[in-house]
């Protein structure tokens, strides 16, 4: 038996993590900040690939069985790939899930035009991973798409909140939105974006939905745990969670108050 690992680029993964951890407060979590390396928006397919397996293995070598990828760029440029070509060769029985199959199952019940917004890196825009998704699921929609490539490092430099930064979000959701009239629903389609989710609320129109995927991956956790017993039998219940970064732990532990409401102490680490 194990913990369930979450791994993300940086922080952002810490918005996921606390809304399972929420959902199901019995599980034991293992966290994995790739902060050195961040961001993973504007690297290559390979690098993003060969950077999240890295991770994924010391996940499954700390002993975890199931892992939760919550980073929408690593979902998006090598989750597939893991999952069809490393897990059956090198981790069978093991399972590694990620964050865009469901949001695209559940999305498009918050619309009502069939219009909906996505703000994501450049990484999961061109990968085209959402609108691929949203059209098996809701083929109905027009999926409307922008990379926000400066979000993360703003978030992460902690300037999302200056005057300058503000501006420079503001800019681009007005861009998104320029892209159609009936957008009326903006899905965050990337985990750090949710710090931002009240702002981008206080200057959109009135009867637009802003999504997070915080909870839609919450509830999918709890109900592939629900249909896959045998899984979640494997999954250690003492109510830890350890946190794991391969930049500093003392930056990692300042920093992660902005995504997460607990005080973290964390673990530094090395990958490659």
């Not at 865009?100 to 061109?126: D, K, W, Y």
Request: charged residues 20%; hydrophobic residues 35%; aromatic residues 8%.
């Amino acid at each position: 038996m194990g913990p369930i690992g979450i791994f993300d680029s940086g922080y952002g993964g810490l918005t996921i993590l606390q809304d399972i951890q929420n959902k199901l407060p019995e599980h034991d979590y293992l966290y994995l900040g790739d902060n050195a390396r961040a961001p993973y928006g504007t690297r290559s397919f390979d690098v993003v690939y060969e950077f999240t397996l890295e991770a994924i293995k010391e996940l499954f070598d700390r002993g975890c069985e199931l892992i939760i990828i919550a980073c929408n760029t690593a979902s998006a440029k090598a989750l597939r790939t893991i999952q069809q070509n490393d897990l059956p060769k090198h981790f069978p029985g093991k399972r590694v899930l990620g964050v865009i199959r469901p949001s695209s199952e559940i999305i498009g019940q918050f619309t009502l035009n069939n219009h909906i917004g996505i703000l994501a890196t450049q990484g999961t825009v061109v990968s085209e991973s959402y609108v691929i998704e949203i059209e098996k699921f809701s083929p109905e929609c027009r999926v409307h798409q922008l990379a926000c490539p400066l979000w993360v490092p703003l978030i992460e430099n902690n300037e999302h909140e200056t005057k300058e930064g503000r501006e420079f979000i503001k800019k681009d959701v007005e861009l998104l939105l320029s892209k159609s009239k009936y957008i009326d629903t903006i899905l965050l389609g990337c985990t750090h974006y949710p710090v931002l989710k009240e702002y981008i609320e206080s200057i959109i129109p009135n009867g637009i939905e802003v999504i997070a995927q915080g909870n839609i991956v919450a509830d999918s956790l709890s109900d592939y745990l629900l249909r896959h017993p045998w899984l979640d039998s494997k999954c250690s219940k003492n109510g830890s969670i350890h946190f794991l970064t391969t930049e500093s732990s003392q930056e990692f532990d300042q920093n992660a108050s902005h995504f997460f409401s607990k005080s973290i102490s964390s673990e530094h680490i090395k990958l490659g």
